[in-house]
């Protein structure tokens, strides 16, 4: 009988032991949840310059086709404007023509 009340444990033995494992399981969960919750921080930081660093770059990119359009339309405006002013000297030159016609010789052929 003796070596029954040795390797039998009681009830509050058996309690007591629950008791431990269900506080070290919190134990665990809770260091394991700090671990993951300084995880989820460190991600939202990165993820948040990332996100501030894409903004910048987007900006950056904005501005530079802004310049662009800008300069095309430029190069654009010149271009319409030259062709404008080359229209009107063609027709000053005719013009020229005619009244050179009408003013010098024409050269005979001998």
Do not use: A, G, H, S
């Given at each position: 009988m003796a070596d029954e009340m040795t390797t039998k444990?009681?009830?509050?033995?058996?309690?007591e032991r629950i008791s431990e494992f269900d506080k070290r399981s919190e134990s665990r969960s809770?260091?394991?949840?700090?671990r993951f919750d300084q995880l989820e921080t460190r991600f939202e930081a990165r993820f948040d310059q990332l996100e501030t660093r894409f903004d910048q770059l987007e900006a950056?990119?904005?501005a530079r086709f802004e310049?662009?359009?800008t300069e095309i339309d430029r190069v654009a405006s010149v271009a319409h404007t030259t062709k404008g002013e080359m229209l009107g000297l063609r027709v000053e030159f005719r013009?020229?023509?005619t009244q050179l016609?009408?003013?010098l010789p024409i050269p005979q052929a001998s």
């Open positions: 444990p009681t009830i509050e033995t058996v309690l809770d260091r394991f949840e700090t950056e990119i904005t310049q662009v359009y013009e020229l023509r016609k009408d003013v």
